[in-house]
């Protein structure tokens, strides 16, 4: 299940603004070399787009970045005092985008528990705490756990979800627009489904670049043609 992460909240809420950048292609980032594809571990992988470093898989279409930020630049990225300034300058504006998706999940069970993992700065999980009976959430930025924790008052548990252990299994795990930045995302999505209780709900929402790209092409060409 997954929200549509390009549409925005409100209408003041500019689309660059949504969600924090990460190391691009200009910038001077330690990057790591890709050499087979981390879903079906096939080593026959083509650039698609090398000026964005992205790359697919032929075997099963998996795409990805290679160069790619190491996981200590992303940490040292996200970690920076300022990073999540933009958010909390539009918090108000956010809330309608995580109440939406809040509103995906469903109404909960009586006693349900939810893992929002990537939380940064915790306010989708502030929102889902307001219905569920347990929240908890996991990030690798030290600057927004600080946040989470003094702004909101929440379990946020610094590091890696694959390094992070929890002594109960959770009924929801949520990754909005994390999956697309970890190192290893079959890793991630095994660790998470070990999370859950049976029957248990995993969402998932990333983006797609590559088919919004298509799309703007084909909506452009069909007005010229």
């Known amino acids: 299940m997954t929200g549509d992460p390009h549409k925005p909240a409100t209408g003041t809420l500019p689309p660059l603004a949504r969600f924090p950048a990460r190391p691009g292609p200009d910038t001077e980032a330690e990057l790591e070399t890709v050499t087979a594809c981390d879903l079906c571990l096939a080593t026959e992988i083509d650039p698609v787009d090398p000026e964005c470093r992205l790359w697919a898989c032929r075997r099963c279409g998996y795409v990805f970045d290679n160069p790619r930020p190491t996981l200590a630049e992303l940490v040292r990225f996200y970690s920076k005092p300022t990073q999540y300034d933009g958010w909390i300058a539009e918090e108000r504006a956010r809330d309608a985008l995580w109440r939406r998706r809040l509103r995906k999940i469903g109404e909960p069970a009586s006693g349900a528990t939810l893992l929002d993992v990537?939380?940064?700065?915790?306010?989708?999980?502030?929102?889902?705490?307001?219905?569920?009976?347990?929240?908890?959430?996991?990030?690798?930025?030290?600057?927004?756990?600080?946040?989470?924790?003094?702004?909101?008052?929440?379990?946020?548990?610094?590091?890696?979800?694959?390094?992070?252990?929890?002594?109960?299994?959770?009924?929801?795990?949520?990754?909005?627009?994390?999956?697309?930045?970890?190192?290893?995302?079959?890793?991630?999505?095994?660790?998470?489904?070990?999370?859950?209780?049976?029957?248990?709900?995993?969402?998932?929402?990333?983006?797609?670049?590559?088919?919004?790209?298509?799309?703007?092409?084909?909506?452009?060409?069909?007005?010229?043609?």
Do not use: M
């Open 118 to 225: 990537g939380t940064g700065t915790g306010q989708f999980l502030h929102l889902a705490a307001k219905v569920f009976a347990r929240v908890a959430g996991t990030e690798v930025s030290e600057s927004a756990v600080a946040l989470a924790r003094n702004r909101y008052g929440l379990d946020v548990r610094r590091g890696c979800i694959e390094d992070l252990d929890f002594e109960t299994p959770f009924d929801v795990v949520t990754l909005f627009h994390v999956l697309e930045h970890v190192p290893s995302p079959r890793r991630t999505v095994e660790k998470c489904r070990s999370l859950l209780r049976p029957g248990g709900l995993l969402v998932v929402a990333v983006p797609n670049e590559l088919r919004s790209a298509k799309l703007r092409a084909k909506q452009v060409l069909g007005r010229v043609g």
